[in-house]
């Protein structure tokens, strides 16, 4: 079947109309069940968030963290499969979906044929090889690396650490931030979005352009530059207030990453409670936990926005070629060699 790909268009032969409906009609639901897993995926991820790894207090600054959120990302990776696989199946009740098979390295398609997702579930006669599964699940994982994911983003972030999407961080002081390194923030914030939350603040960078665009004065940028540590609790420490004293701040490791304002309300009312309440201690984000509140716990930690454009958080459906058959494949190289002539002879003609 891959040769067809590989064929002169001399040599290939034609579909009659009823096989093209037929696999126009087959290419359509692939195309509409790679919709609803792609969109299965972050749903999945951000719920895992919400009603996992929150309640159990595992956020992105752990050192375990990458290995939670490969669990994550399997998880993710398989209800994004099985949403594909059954919204397929459903489409196409009427037909016995091939799957792979290998048979000295050749394709087979004529071994294994799925029943219904119904005969799949109950756990019926028939049943889905895992090889193409895996092989999805590891062709995903290379993309989400390639595209700038990391493993330990799928986790929450934890408002007194760097957070999940905290890529690049500016040296800086204990003091404010200087304008040029505010610039560099809002640089920092568009391409990598909030540290904490990951949410790019896409709306207001777009009254910002524009504002600038019809040169109205403005003195609010979408992204706040964050210290981290935070300078609230690197103060607690008696010992931290003497080299402030006496070094002027020259000891102190911090670094400017890009919060959004939600972000960083949250953190500063967080940290002015612990402050107040002597709960915190430089020892690292998490070791208040046992003298704080369930509540306080909870506001502490932040899920990642769900509505945020990132090429990392998408399920690719590289099972869709695994559900293809010859004639699919036949279908979308005449096409293409159809739209191909049709885009050279408009070429030719506008010259």
Not at 69 to 88: D, E, K
Not at 197 to 209: D, F, N, P, T, V
């Amino acid at each position: 079947m891959i040769d067809l790909i590989w064929r002169s268009p001399a040599t290939l032969p034609t579909l009659s109309k009823k096989q093209a409906k037929y696999s126009r009609g087959r290419l359509q639901a692939l195309a509409i069940s790679g919709c609803l897993g792609v969109l299965a995926f972050p749903i999945c991820i951000n719920t895992l968030q919400r009603l996992v790894w929150k309640p159990l207090r595992l956020t992105s600054n752990l050192k375990a963290a990458p290995l939670f959120g490969l669990i994550s990302f399997s998880i993710a990776h398989g209800l994004a499969a099985t949403v594909f696989h059954v919204s397929f199946t459903t489409m196409n009740k009427e037909d016995h979906v091939r799957i792979l098979t290998r048979n000295n390295r050749d394709i087979n398609f004529n071994q294994n044929m799925l029943s219904s997702v119904y005969d799949e579930i109950f756990g019926a006669t028939q049943t889905i090889e895992m090889k193409p599964v895996i092989a999805s699940l590891l062709a995903n994982l290379v993309m989400f690396h390639i595209c700038g994911g990391r493993l330990s983003s799928l986790l929450p972030s934890h408002l007194l650490a760097v957070g999940g999407y905290g890529r690049t961080g500016l040296s800086c002081s204990i003091k404010s931030a200087s304008k040029n390194q505010k610039e560099a923030i809002q640089k920092l914030g568009a391409t990598y979005g909030c540290h904490s939350c990951g949410s790019k603040l896409y709306l207001q960078r777009m009254k910002e352009s524009m504002k600038s665009w019809i040169k109205y004065p403005t003195t609010t940028k979408p992204f706040i530059s964050d210290h981290q540590p935070p300078s609230g609790v690197l103060m607690q420490s008696w010992w931290n207030r003497c080299q402030l004293l006496l070094f002027q701040s020259k000891h102190f490791k911090q670094a400017l990453y890009p919060q959004c304002n939600k972000c960083s309300l949250k953190q500063s009312s967080i940290v002015k409670f612990l402050a107040d309440s002597s709960a915190l201690s430089y020892n690292g984000a998490n070791q208040f936990v046992s003298k704080s509140s369930n509540n306080l716990i909870s506001r502490s930690i932040v899920v990642h926005s769900l509505f945020s454009f990132r090429l990392s958080m998408f399920w690719y459906p590289f099972l869709s070629y695994f559900y293809l058959t010859s004639n699919d494949l036949l279908l979308i190289k005449l096409s293409f060699l159809q739209f191909h002539n049709m885009t050279i002879k408009l070429i030719q003609n506008v010259i």
